[in-house]
């Protein structure tokens, strides 16, 4: 009975990991303009994100407009991009994967005890989900405050961590 309660909580977590993973890869969230310093401009908020840049305007109007050329982007954003995308679709895999073996776990006759090499499987692949978020969540997350603590950097180009870091 253990087992498959440990089971189901793996699988709900799991679900919860790749609701997070495919959120924070579709938010433009990243990077939200700072209000620091000389700049007093508050009618207006700027979002950064992996696949387009949003103005918002007192909270009433958002104008988003995705990036014109994939070759013109940075090459961090770039990997960003393929490091998210390839976390999102082993998200899906490693949850169908943990479906698929608490199904089998139940159905054997020999008991909860049986072997199912679908459940250690998903569990690798959510570990290595976890990793291949956490790389761009983490470097992008760096780079703000870096960015924000470096005097050289002008007050309207300073950036807080978004929404989108804070689910990854």
Known sequence: ???????????ILGGVGMV?????TAMPQWRVSAY???NIVVFESIWEGLWMDCVSQLGLRLQCKFYDSVLALPPPLEAFRALMCV????AVV???AAIAGVQRTQRTEQ???AASVFMPAAGAAFLLTGGLVL???SWTGGSI????????VAAPLKRELGAALYVG
């Open 1 to 11: 009975m253990a087992c498959c309660v440990l089971q189901i909580t793996g699988l």
């Open 20 to 24: 997070g993973t495919l959120a924070a």
């Open 36 to 38: 620091v310093d000389g």
């Open 87 to 90: 976390a999102s679709a082993l």
């Open 94 to 96: 490693s949850f169908l």
């Open 111 to 113: 008991g909860p005890r």
């Open 135 to 137: 790389i761009p969540v």
């Open 145 to 152: 405050i870096r960015d924000f603590r470096d005097a050289a």
